[in-house]
């Protein structure tokens, strides 16, 4: 396995923006995770599924993964994702769909199997805690409520924060937690700027072995 540094939190913790840059610091890749549930949670609004049926046609999928000097490119059955990840009906359907074990297992085998290739930037809700428990740079990023809501409302994104944050903390299989052996950064009274800092402080005091991408 290449390096990883996972680095997860809430929505709106500052967790995308601060990864890119770690990413581009360290020239390493950038991944979301939360995009491969996304792509998952589109796919079930554009098949018109109901949760019942999610174990058996997640079989049936096929989630591509394309490495580009762009950065990932997500392929459902050979259609590209990238328009539809930021879609009202998607932000309402991921929390519900990565709930699901066959779901999570499908995902985590993907963004493993990233890391025998690729060292990592990669952000989400259990990056630190499940999928790479291993790693020893762990990240979690906090901010207060109020000031996340404030951020989400700055993008212009209208999605019920507030009640993915809750599905996402109290789902029964690997819900969001601060790993064990995470530097926890609240990010309520910094700018992107001074969370990268932090970190990279961190890595320089612990840095990674090299290993060229
Ligand atoms: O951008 P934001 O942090 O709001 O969300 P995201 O990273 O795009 O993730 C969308 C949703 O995917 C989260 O609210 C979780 O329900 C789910 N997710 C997860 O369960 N596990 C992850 N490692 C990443 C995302």
């Known amino acids: 396995m290449k390096n990883v540094i996972a680095i997860d939190g809430p929505a709106a913790s500052g967790k995308s923006t601060?990864?890119?840059?770690?990413?581009?610091?360290?020239?390493?890749?950038?991944?979301?995770?939360?995009?491969?549930?996304r792509a998952l949670a589109w796919g079930t609004v554009r098949d018109h599924l109901s949760n019942e049926g999610i174990a058996e046609w997640i079989g049936k999928r096929?989630?591509?993964?394309?490495?580009?000097?762009?950065?990932?490119?997500?392929?459902?059955?050979?259609?590209?994702?990238?328009?539809?990840l930021s879609e009202p009906d998607v932000a309402a359907k991921v929390s519900v769909i990565a709930a699901f074990p066959a779901v999570r297992d499908y995902v985590n085998s993907r963004l493993r199997s990233l890391a025998e290739s690729h060292s990592l930037v990669m952000e989400g809700r259990d990056v630190g805690s499940v999928v790479f428990p291993e790693t020893p740079f762990k990240f979690y990023l906090d901010a207060s409520p109020e000031e996340r809501a404030r951020r989400r409302a700055g993008e212009g994104k209208i999605d019920s924060v507030a009640e993915?944050?809750?599905?996402?903390?109290?789902?029964?299989?690997?819900?969001?937690?601060?790993?064990?052996?995470?530097?926890?950064?609240?990010?309520?009274?910094?700018?992107i700027p001074q969370v990268i800092t932090a970190i990279l402080d961190h890595l320089a005091k612990n840095p990674p072995a090299a290993s060229p991408q």
Not at 22 to 31: D, E, H, M, R
Not at 167 to 183: K, V, W
């Open 164 to 191: 993915r944050d809750r599905l996402d903390s109290t789902r029964a299989t690997a819900p969001l937690t601060i790993p064990r052996g995470a530097i926890v950064i609240d990010t309520t009274h910094l700018d």
């Open 62 to 84: 096929s989630l591509d993964v394309n490495v580009s000097t762009g950065g990932l490119l997500l392929l459902l059955d050979g259609e590209d994702v990238t328009p539809h």
């Open 18 to 37: 601060v990864s890119r840059g770690i990413a581009s610091a360290l020239g390493y890749l950038f991944v979301s995770s939360g995009h491969f549930y």
